[in-house]
């Protein structure tokens, strides 16, 4: 893979993500079965085929436009909070990849801490409140923190990947305090959270895509 990433090389890790919340879906159902409705998992489904349409149907390749056009896409899907979350988290990295048609190690990370200060403004939910946020912020930290350490993008996505399994592992020692499940908060103590279990799902996608 080379050093900086452009829009081929982000399509990749898009496609990575859709992969694995494909494969992982029963989980993530599963999962939600214990205080939702059990369908966090058929939601992604449909997120990521929303995706999977604005990839084929991009009219540009230029970063900020195309992230854009994914993170509206994703906004469409109905189903709770996940599309406006997924999508806010997309549109925010289009922002920071304003003019440009590639970025390194530290400017990938800087798309990524842009889209987790737009999901910020579109949910009040924390580390610690048993969500997505449990794994996104980890992972967004870790990239940074090997980008600025100068690793290679595969090796940042990597870090990232594993603090997004770390934090959604974390979420079972949580109560959940968003959500339908909220009613039932301490009884969902001992299973991970869906929203940040397909967070480090997509991750992983991610991952595994760039070091491809």
Known sequence: MPDAFGHDQIVAML???????????PVLSQLDSIGGDGDHGTTMVRAMGHMEKAIDEASSTQLQSFLFDVGWAIMGVDGGATGPLLGSLFMGMSEAAAGKDSVDGPGLAAMFEAGLASLEKATKARVGDKTLMDALVPAVAAMRE????????????QAAAEAAAQGAEATKALPTRFGRARSIGEKTIGHADPGATSM???????????SQ
């Not at 496609?15 to 879906?25: F, L």
């Not at 480090?200 to 760039?210: E, H, L, N, V």
């Open 146 to 157: 090997a980008a600025d350490a100068g690793s290679g993008i595969p090796a940042c996505l």
């Open 15 to 25: 496609r990575g993500a859709i992969e694995q919340i494909r494969a992982n879906h």
């Open 200 to 210: 480090s799902f997509i991750f992983r996608g991610f991952a595994q895509a760039s």
